[in-house]
């Protein structure tokens, strides 16, 4: 709230009001650091920096909420691996929340830590989508997904950058699903049941699966 645009500095502790101004200023290899607070506004990320909110997944109304549509594109392979971190994406319309359309970093593997993802409409909506190429793979760690997620990233066959959901947090329902359309999707060590999973194609593998899940 005491941010703006107009002065906000690279480096410097004067402030941008908004995601999409902090990450223009920005250069691959940054940290880029979000405020406590509910940012209405679209943004797609291109470059190789560190985002880093203040949400818990203890609880999701306290803290970074981004409340538009993610876009997630490093067709240009960035020279540093960007990562995510901390940050609750909520989608006010039938968009997903975050849609990664491409994931071609030049080295290393891309994290994207302790987030949560909000669909329309609560669990009816779409909250988290891949699509188009992956050639380095991408690690979504201890998640909480409040809507379906569709995985259509990489070639059919699963060649090519695959898709980790690791320690998911949220307990399944059958109200929304995960759909796996194409590329590879893995599913490692989920906190408690998960929610059906639809597969019409590509690859999928489960690891470390408790009983019963």
Not at 28 to 50: A, C, H, M, Q, R
Not at 60 to 78: A, C, E, R, W
Request: net charge negative.
């Amino acid at each position: 709230t005491n941010g703006d645009d107009a002065t906000g500095q690279r480096g410097t502790t004067k402030a941008f009001q908004t995601i999409a101004a902090g990450l223009a200023a920005a250069q691959d290899g940054d940290l880029v650091l979000l405020s406590p607070g509910t940012f209405n506004e679209d943004i797609t990320f291109t470059k190789g920096v560190n985002l880093s909110g203040t949400m818990s997944e203890q609880s999701l109304g306290v803290g970074t909420k981004i409340n538009g549509n993610f876009v997630y594109d490093m067709t240009t392979s960035p020279s540093a691996t960007p990562s995510i971190h901390h940050i609750y994406f909520k989608t006010p319309n039938t968009n997903p929340a975050f849609k990664a359309i491409a994931n071609n970093v030049n080295s290393g593997a891309v994290m994207v830590d302790d987030c949560a993802f909000g669909g329309f409409g609560g669990n009816s909506g779409l909250a988290f989508e891949t699509s188009g190429t992956m050639s380095r793979s991408m690690y979504v760690r201890r998640a909480t997904f409040d809507g379906s997620v569709k995985h259509g990233a990489g070639a059919a066959d699963g060649s090519g950058g695959y898709v980790v959901l690791d320690d998911i947090l949220a307990t399944g329902s059958s109200s929304f699903f995960y759909e796996v359309v194409s590329g590879t999707i893995e599913f490692r060590r989920p906190s408690n049941a998960i929610s059906p999973v639809l597969h019409t194609g590509g690859t999928i593998v489960f690891t470390d699966m408790p009983a019963g899940i």
